[in-house]
């Protein structure tokens, strides 16, 4: 079992529709990070964030750090928001934290 | 701010010869991760630095992979020699402290054909 899985792994949407992405994971963490790969391209930092929500342009992400889990929200989804999103946590190994990613939602706005 | 800086791009080789891929991490930044990701699957942690030294190479296959931050800055990741499974994206991230404090950037990645 993955310490970290996202549902959903392909999601389809029509233009301007809302989104969310799911992200949960097995043992506690002190921060999550969401991360956008667009196709062939680097990896780009969303958000890190470690309780409630945070907001930046269209974007949401929210945590509840009991209940292990996260969301990405996408308002008026636009095409260029297609990309996979995945969520990213530290977990501790031996000591040492280690980023442990979720296998990604890949994301199709269609126009 | 000047992000990540990888190089190069784009590298085709052929099986057992060898590659070296450099990344210049952002200024000030202590941490630096050297990730594989493979077509379709998630990033690999292949070496974590933590200035010029190593916290993390559990996954870095030591037979014919090696890297180095000499100065603790910028770093060389090396293949040799490459083998065809070796086909992937390596991706240099960097932040200035653990992962629960620092915000992460990532460079564009060298994308590598082993042929």
């Known amino acids: 079992k993955n310490e970290v899985e996202q549902s959903p792994q392909n999601l389809t949407a029509q233009e301007g529709e809302f989104i969310t992405i799911n992200c949960s994971y097995s043992v506690g963490i002190s921060a999550l990070h969401w991360l956008q790969q667009h196709p062939g391209g680097g990896i780009v930092s969303l958000f890190m964030l470690s309780s409630g929500k945070k907001k930046h342009g269209r974007l949401i992400a929210t945590i509840n750090i009991q209940e292990k889990h996260s969301s990405l929200h996408i308002t008026a989804s636009h095409p260029r928001d297609s990309a996979v999103y995945i969520c990213?946590?530290?977990?501790?190994?031996?000591?040492?934290?280690?980023?442990?990613f979720g296998t990604g939602t890949r994301l199709t706005i269609i126009p | 701010e000047a992000g990540v800086a990888q190089s190069p791009r784009y590298k085709i080789i052929e099986k057992r010869q060898s590659v070296a891929f450099w990344c210049n991490p952002i200024?000030?930044?202590?941490?630096l991760y050297w990730y594989q990701q493979i077509l379709g699957q998630g990033p690999k942690l292949l070496i974590q630095?933590?200035?010029?030294?190593?916290?993390?190479d559990s996954q870095l296959p030591k037979d014919r992979f090696s890297a180095e931050r000499l100065k603790g800055v910028d770093s060389t990741l090396k293949i040799q020699p490459a083998k065809l499974e070796d086909s992937a994206v390596y991706l240099c991230?960097?932040?200035?402290?653990?992962?629960?404090?620092?915000?992460?950037?990532f460079g564009e990645g060298s994308r590598l054909t082993v042929l």
């Open positions: 200024s000030g930044h202590a941490t």
């Open positions: 990213a946590v530290p977990i501790s190994n031996f000591g040492n934290e280690k980023l442990t």
């Open positions: 630095f933590q200035n010029n030294g190593v916290v993390d």
């Open positions: 991230a960097s932040t200035t402290g653990r992962h629960n404090t620092g915000e992460l950037f």
